[in-house]
């Protein structure tokens, strides 16, 4: 918008196109605002500053629930953060905006927005994760130091008072600061990308080691239903000695009936009884 200076019909409707992009922004942020800031009705005899945040604020749908996720429900100025990151943004763009033609002012102007916005951060520990909020005060620190040595750049083109080689150490320096705190957040954005990857990585062996004892678990349920099953439907013994054994005690118990019965008939005769076999002895029913 600030650059639009030639009128052609392309140059309208990149502007247009700018408006319509840009104007959504400030419709959103008005309904966050609104959605951030709904809070509950507390009953009668309750004391608001007892509440838990559950209590104190109606919950966020949870297809926005990426504005408050990251943030603390302790105060107005931690649940909105969010907000307030745009603000700063947007009050910056507009210092941009309006002094173009002051780059000393617009220096100025950016140094105390941020260091405000720093102290504010300090103050009210907005974030529920320190590595977070080590990572703002990192970024905003450095645009702090950023700003500070652009004033300074802006007052030596107005009073001459520092040297060449001095100010060529200050741009090395300031080019070295901006290369260092894109390497750290790149890095820190890497750690963040592993650390998830791996997470999920966990879930999902985890997953797979309870799917597994689950199976295992079924299987070793099933084994003895099939046996209980196939001893209720087949009486016969399962072992091919069981089976030789009761033919044979079957055997042994016919031979004795028998020998039982010839004795009896011999007694009636007068004739002597005959030793009945050790064997049969061992293995009759009778004896037992």
């Not at 409707?13 to 104007?23: E, G, Q, R």
């Not at 951030?36 to 009953?43: E, F, K, T």
Request: aromatic fraction near 10%; hydrophobic fraction near 45%; charged fraction near 20%.
């Amino acid at each position: 918008m600030r650059e639009n200076n030639v009128s052609s019909s392309y140059a309208q409707f990149s502007l247009a196109l700018t408006i319509i992009i840009v104007s959504p922004y400030a419709i959103l942020a008005c309904y966050f605002l609104y959605v951030l800031n709904r809070r509950r009705q507390q009953p009668q005899g309750t004391q608001e500053k007892y509440a838990t945040p559950a209590q104190k604020w109606v919950k966020v749908p949870d297809s926005i629930g990426i504005i408050v996720e990251d943030f603390r429900d302790k105060n107005r100025f931690s649940r909105n953060f969010l907000l307030i990151m745009l603000f700063e943004s947007s009050l910056q763009i507009l210092v941009i905006f309006f002094f173009q033609e002051s780059g000393t002012a617009q220096a100025i102007l950016k140094t105390i927005i941020v260091v405000v916005y720093v102290l504010l951060a300090i103050w009210k520990q907005p974030y529920k994760s320190r590595l977070q909020m080590a990572i703002l005060l990192l970024n905003q620190c450095s645009k702090a130091a950023m700003g500070v040595m652009a004033i300074v750049f802006g007052i030596n083109d107005i009073f001459q008072f520092i040297s060449s080689d001095v100010l060529i150490l200050l741009g090395f320096i300031l080019a070295l600061l901006i290369v260092i705190v894109m390497a750290m957040n790149l890095v820190v954005s890497a750690l963040f990308m592993i650390n998830e990857f791996y997470e999920r990585f966990k879930e999902w062996r985890a997953k797979r080691m309870r799917d597994r004892i689950k199976s295992q678990s079924k299987q070793a349920n099933t084994v003895p239903r099939r046996n209980n099953l196939v001893a209720e439907q087949s009486p016969c013994p399962s072992h091919p000695e069981d089976v030789s054994l009761d033919f044979q005690n079957r055997s042994n118990l016919q031979e004795y009936q028998h020998l039982q019965n010839q004795s009896f008939q011999e007694d009636k005769s007068g004739v002597s009884l005959p030793s009945i076999p050790v064997h049969l002895r061992n293995n009759s029913p009778s004896f037992k």
